[in-house]
């Protein structure tokens, strides 16, 4: 069974620019969270999609969008980018029920300059 | 306001000699407290879920344990390959996951 997907790996942009990132969740699980992870504030949640619904937002600005597709695959879309930025964004799918454990992609390493 | 705090933040012991993580919550609504391993530059790696209190799960070296306000992570005889950070998740209300900062665990040989 294939594990969650995150593309691209690495990313370098500069200030000002957008970035689109990928996830590919593990086959038969419908709910998609995001989760931006820094050296200072550890794993913050960003947001849950689940049957293309967004269904649990973190306390991070309008900047930061998803979306999920019919086939659970989801985008996370990062606009005017700025310094602090700057993190390994992570991607995790679950099956969508209460409790279920949720299994992470490699993450991608955005670095803004 | 609901918290995950992990201590201790970062934890240094030789190969052979057991200790024990903690994470304690306060949240309410729980539905699962998850422990995940990270390694450097990598996405967390799913280990172990409890839902209720006096649950205990084990693998390898590893046990798990739940009570009503803290979870331990117990590391019996550790091997420097067991060097990792370690997380600690709940999950409660609708479905969303609080991370703690995690405890960094270095195994000397």
């Known amino acids: 069974k294939a594990g969650v997907t995150q593309t691209p790996r690495y990313l370098i942009k500069t200030r000002g620019q957008q970035v689109t990132l990928s996830c590919s969740p593990i086959?038969?699980?419908?709910?998609v969270s995001w989760y931006q992870q820094t050296p200072g504030q550890g794993l913050q949640f960003l947001f849950e999609y689940f049957s293309e619904t967004q269904r649990n937002k973190g306390n991070f600005p309008g900047r930061f969008s998803g979306r999920q597709f019919s086939n659970s695959r989801s985008e996370m879309n990062v606009s005017t980018l700025e310094l602090g930025d700057s993190a390994l964004y992570l991607c995790?799918?679950?099956?969508?029920?209460?409790?279920?454990?949720?299994?992470f992609g490699q993450g991608t390493r955005l670095t803004v300059v | 306001e609901d918290q995950v705090t992990q201590s201790p933040e970062a934890l240094r012991l030789q190969e052979g000699e057991s200790s024990s993580l903690n994470c304690s919550y306060t949240v309410s609504g729980l539905r699962g407290l998850f422990w995940y391993r990270q390694d450097p530059g990598k996405g967390p790696e799913f280990l172990f879920t409890?839902?209720?209190a006096g649950e205990e799960k084990e693998k390898e070296r590893l046990k798990a344990t739940l009570t009503k306000k803290e979870s331990f992570l117990h590391i019996t005889a550790p091997k420097p390959e067991d060097s990792a950070t370690y997380l600690c998740a709940v999950q409660y209300g609708a479905q969303k996951l609080v991370f703690g900062q995690g405890t960094r665990l270095t195994i000397n040989p």
């Open positions: 995790a799918s679950s099956p969508g029920q209460a409790g279920a454990e949720a299994f």
């Open positions: 086959s038969g699980h419908r709910s």
């Open positions: 409890l839902y209720s």
